[in-house]
């Protein structure tokens, strides 16, 4: 199969540029013909601040992207177009070259930008759906993204302007949804349930089974409010037991949470930056357990998979998709989000049984080779695509007949 991947990166990578390239290997080694349109936020960096400004009717839709897609659709004729992601660069504009080339379109849902401009259903350290209930103009109000009126007011323009042209409704054959939780939130936005298909993320090459050598918790993800690593600090001061933790990652909580931490006195947390995904993955395989206290509604982190397959349970908030992903007592722990005080005593519980966590562990990697392997996702894909084009082939069929 002829294939045209689509993914606009964003400033800071993280999850979904992990997920779009793994899909990409993924095809290629089962043989498929995959061309790739990749754009990245960082393009933005290129311009001066007057021209930035010049950039916003782009994000509504982006004549650039209309031609270069179109261009390679005419080159390439792939049979199928699945996208990742489409802002800020590559705006909604694909959909229509899309169309016009007569090509289905598979996407996936990474997060929640075509409910929330801010994407997180996430504002002022809690969680927030007033764009789900009433409408996106309180997202305007509340300055959801980026903390601005006027860079809001694009975003939810963009929104609504697709939404009443049925853009995504007349231009997406199948929408991936990467949890049970994350379809929900979907349905209720009014995506219809026949096109909302789930599929989660997987993790490849295989990591293989750490040992917990490394005598340590860690964290691994972005240093944003949502994530909450605020909360964690607060538990690590709770601790009763000196554990060593791993802060790995950046975003622009890092020098507010490295000082919270230097003036907490927690000498034993230590905060790693940014670090390639291979030597992520060493010291996560070293780490007795993983905690992820995100308190937004999390799609599928990659993270977790991550965990799963190196044998490495998971201590988790009780929120979202994260209760789908983890089973408390089996493969981690749950605590209740934003309570410091219950995540120290299960951070407590679990550095205190290690046997018990051990064996979490090892339903952990049964997890992972249940369910997140590549050779567990592609058959998933492959299903969705052929989903998608029979879908596209029946709705033409009914046009041309109507």
């Avoid at 933005?44 to 659709?73: G, K, N, Y």
């Avoid at 229509?96 to 849902?109: D, G, K, N």
């Avoid at 490394?214 to 690593?229: D, N, Q, S, Y």
């Amino acid at each position: 199969m002829k294939i045209l991947l689509v993914h606009n990166a964003y400033r800071q990578p993280g999850g979904e540029d992990v997920v779009f390239e793994q899909e990409r290997q993924m095809l290629e080694r089962a043989g498929h013909s995959v061309t790739t349109y990749h754009r990245s936020n960082l393009e933005i960096d290129q311009h001066s601040p007057l021209e930035r400004l010049a950039l916003a009717p782009q994000v509504i839709w982006s004549p650039r992207t209309r031609r270069e897609v179109a261009e390679i659709l005419a080159r390439e004729k792939p049979q199928l177009v699945h996208i990742h992601n489409t802002f800020i660069m590559v705006s909604p504009a694909i959909y229509s070259a899309c169309r016009e080339a007569r090509v289905p379109v598979v996407q996936t849902l990474h997060n929640y930008r075509l409910l929330c401009p801010a994407a997180t259903f996430f504002r002022d350290d809690r969680l927030c759906e007033e764009c789900l209930d009433h409408s996106l103009w309180r997202s305007v109000l509340h300055a959801c993204y980026h903390d601005s009126h006027a860079a809001t007011s694009v975003v939810a323009v963009m929104l609504a302007a697709h939404r009443w042209g049925n853009t995504w409704a007349k231009g997406v054959d199948c929408f991936i949804a990467l949890s049970e939780f994350s379809r929900r939130k979907f349905l209720e936005g009014g995506m219809a349930g026949e096109k909302v298909v789930v599929k989660p993320n997987f993790v490849y090459p295989d990591p293989g089974v750490g040992d917990g050598s490394g005598g340590h918790a860690i964290f691994i993800g972005r240093l944003t409010p949502e994530k909450r690593v605020l909360t964690l600090l607060l538990a690590w001061e709770k601790l009763h037991s000196r554990i060593p933790l791993l802060i790995v990652g950046t975003g622009p909580q890092h020098v507010m949470l490295e000082t919270y931490a230097k003036q907490a006195g927690l000498s034993g947390v230590f905060f790693l930056g940014q670090l390639p995904r291979e030597e992520g993955i060493a010291q996560l395989k070293r780490a007795r357990f993983l905690v992820f206290t995100s308190e937004w509604y999390e799609n599928f982190p990659v993270t977790i998979a991550e965990a799963f397959a190196c044998g490495v349970p998971v201590i988790c908030s009780r929120l979202g998709a994260m209760p789908e992903i983890v089973a408390d007592g089996r493969t981690g722990l749950h605590f209740t989000p934003g309570d410091s005080e219950d995540l120290a005593q299960k951070v407590e519980w679990a550095w205190t049984h290690p046997e018990q966590m051990t064996a979490m562990g090892k339903e952990a990697r049964k997890e992972y080779e249940n369910k997140y392997t590549a050779e567990k996702n592609y058959p998933m894909l492959m299903e969705i695509y052929q989903r998608a084009i029979s879908s596209y082939e029946q709705r033409v069929t009914g046009s041309r007949q109507n």
